[in-house]
């Protein structure tokens, strides 16, 4: 273990794999320490996107042999974890203020989007339903906007949620 200042350019390239990332992330969550199998039972289930009992015997493997013979090492090299493989444990080292700004915020904690899809179309049909109820010759025009008002920013947040999830499939395929 290497007890000197990381530089920026080490820090990326320490940081660049997800499952670094991930084991950090998970330490931190622990409180600074964890087992093993505990660290791969979670990376595993942040991977396939499954919770942690669906995890399958082979993705596990798959994430513990890749963190023992590769990650661990690497970020006990950095300073950044103390791992004794003999015992399976791993210790997040004090320097976590550091590379704090390389990690992933919002792992395992993703926004409800159906609630935003939800308050948006909400918006939109009150819009859509005042409009409807207004009285005088103006009745069609507020209608008319409402509903394009509605339309854009409906569409407006279905483009923000697809640009962020490209692992999304589509039936007849991406266009892009």
């Not at 942040?46 to 970020?75: A, G, K």
């Not at 550091?98 to 819009?127: C, I, Q």
């Not at 509903?147 to 483009?159: N, P, Q």
Request: include cysteine; proline fraction near 5%.
């Amino acid at each position: 273990m290497s007890k000197h200042e990381l530089s920026q350019a080490e820090l990326f390239d320490v940081f660049s794999n997800a499952r670094r990332r991930r084991t950090v992330q998970f330490l931190k969550r622990q409180g600074g320490t964890c087992d093993l199998t505990a660290l791969v039972e979670r990376v595993a289930a942040w991977e396939n996107d499954v919770p942690p009992d669906e995890v399958t015997r082979t993705q596990r493997r798959r994430v513990y042999i890749s963190l023992y013979q590769t990650h661990l090492p690497m970020l006990e090299d950095h300073g950044i974890v103390d791992w004794d493989p003999d015992a399976h444990t791993i210790k997040l080292l004090p320097s976590e203020d550091v590379f704090e700004p390389y990690l992933d915020r919002n792992l395992g904690s993703e926004k409800p989007w159906h609630r935003l899809y939800l308050a948006v179309s909400t918006v939109g049909v009150a819009a859509f339903a005042m409009a409807w109820l207004a009285i005088g010759q103006s009745a069609a025009a507020a209608l008319i906007v409402a509903l394009t008002v509605s339309v854009v920013v409906f569409a407006i947040a279905f483009v923000q949620h697809v640009s962020r999830r490209p692992d999304l499939d589509f039936p007849l395929g991406r266009t892009s």
